[in-house]
C-alpha cells in the first residue's frame, strides 16, 4: 500500500492511498465559534455530509434551517443552497465529509 501524505483543514495527519485518482472522498474538520459561520451559504456538486463532534448547529439548506446537536449528522444534495452556522454561545466541532459523484 502507498500512501502519501494529504492535507486538510482540521486535521493533524491524514494518508490518501496514491493509486486513487484525485481525491474522490474529502473529510476535513472546522471548529466555529459562538455566533459563526465558516462560510456564506454556497453550492456545488458532488455529496455532502456534516458530522457535529460538539455544540450545535444550524444547518440552513434551502430556505429551511435544521439543528444539528453533538453526535448528530446530515446528509444531504450541496448542489442545493447551504450553509451551517453557530448560533449558540459555545464553539461547535463538525466534520465535513465530501464525495465526488462523477458529475
Known sequence: MNFIEHQVRGVARCLLDADLQG???HVHLTEVGPGGRSHPPHQHGGLEAFYMLEGEGTLEIEGE?????????AVFD????????????????YIVILANRGE
Open 78 to 93: 450541496p448542489r442545493k443552497l447551504h450553509g451551517l452556522v453557530n448560533r449558540s454561545a459555545a464553539p461547535m466541532r
Open 65 to 73: 434551517s435544521f439543528t444539528l446537536q453533538a453526535n448528530e449528522a
Open 23 to 25: 481525491e474522490p472522498l
